[in-house]
C-alpha cells in the first residue's frame, strides 16, 4: 500500500523525500508506458510469426498451398439435375448419412446463407434441393 500511495502521491512519505512532479509528466510517463507495452507486445508476435515462416522456408513448406490449410470444398459448379453425390457435397455429409446428420447440416448452412439475413437466394434453393433429394434418397433406400 505504502508504494502505491508514494506512486501516486509522491511528494513526502516518510523518511523517503521525492521531487515533486507536475501531474501532466505521470500522466506522460503513463502514456508512454503503455505505448511501450503495446510495442513490446506487438514486437512479440511479429516474432513468432517470423519464426514460423522461417521454420516453414527451411522445411520447404512455406510458398506450397496446402490443401487443407483453408479447408477443402467443392470446386466445381452445379449440375443441370442433381446427384446425391452433389447433394451430399453441397451439404457436407456423406451420401449414407441419416436424417439427422441432414437436418443438422441442412440448418447450419441456412442460418449462415439465409436470404432474410442477406444469403444468396440461388445457395439457399440449392441447398433445399440437396436436403430434399438426400432425404427422399434415403427414405427410397429404406
Not at 500522466?27 to 513468432?48: C, D, E, P, T, W
Not at 490449410?69 to 446425391?84: I, P, Q, V, W
Not at 439475413?117 to 427410397?140: F, V
Request: charged letters at 25%.
Amino acid at each position: 500500500m505504502d508504494i502505491i500511495i508514494l506512486i501516486l502521491n509522491p511528494i513526502k512519505h516518510g523518511k523517503i523525500i521525492i521531487p515533486y512532479c507536475e501531474p501532466e509528466t505521470y500522466l506522460q510517463l503513463q502514456r508512454f508506458l503503455i505505448f511501450l507495452g503495446g510495442g513490446l507486445i506487438l514486437f512479440s508476435f511479429a516474432g513468432k510469426s517470423f519464426i514460423r515462416f522461417y521454420r516453414a522456408v527451411k522445411l520447404g513448406k512455406a510458398f506450397k498451398s496446402a490443401p487443407g490449410a483453408l479447408g477443402n470444398y467443392y470446386k466445381g459448379g452445379f449440375d443441370n439435375t442433381m446427384s446425391r453425390k452433389e447433394a451430399a457435397l453441397i451439404l457436407g455429409v456423406r451420401e449414407v448419412a441419416d436424417e439427422k446428420q441432414i437436418h443438422t447440416a441442412h440448418k447450419r448452412l441456412m442460418v449462415i446463407n439465409h436470404p432474410d439475413a442477406g444469403g444468396s437466394t440461388y445457395i439457399a434453393t440449392k441447398i433445399n434441393e440437396a436436403k430434399e433429394k438426400l432425404i427422399s434418397s434415403a427414405s427410397d433406400a429404406r
